[in-house]
């Protein structure tokens, strides 16, 4: 995609601080640094989020993810790692070219995402889940 940011680090025509390369992804230091060691897992193709993936783009993002994550872990010792990644704006996503934020997390860093349980009842899940696997069996 031509104005598409990360299309343009994958063909380098801007600059990126690559961790990482295989095929089908691109790992590469974020710009904004959380914490030190915080690396981007891109596609390489474009693909506007999670949804558009077909199996061997997510599977090779998940590779590239387990591989990256280690390597952090190794490198930062950080207390934790979380592994973010958003679809659509209001999930909180900004670059729409999909990519897996690896962000290495301290005790008090400061990084926050409330989780607002509702705890419906288990016939809710039930029924939740039932609209999923109909459309998984699809
Ligand atoms: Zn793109």
Not at 32 to 48: C, D, F, I, R, T
Not at 91 to 115: C, I, K, N, S
Request: net charge neutral.
């Amino acid at each position: 995609m031509t104005d598409c940011v990360f299309c343009k680090i994958v063909a380098k025509q801007i600059p990126a601080t690559v961790v990482h390369e295989d095929e089908l992804t691109l790992a590469f230091m974020d710009i904004g640094q959380v914490n030190p060691g915080h690396v981007l897992v891109a596609l390489k193709a474009h693909a506007e989020n999670l949804y558009t993936l077909d199996d061997a783009q997510a599977a090779a993002v998940a590779r590239s993810c387990a591989r990256v994550a280690r390597a952090i872990r190794d490198a930062f010792a950080p207390d934790g790692l979380s592994v973010y990644q958003a679809n659509g704006k209001p999930a909180g996503q900004t670059v729409f070219h999909y990519h897996v934020h690896l962000l290495p997390r301290h005790a008090g860093d400061g990084m926050e995402l409330t989780w607002p349980v509702k705890n419906p009842p288990r016939e809710k899940l039930e029924e939740y889940a039932a609209k999923i696997r109909a459309r998984l069996a699809r």
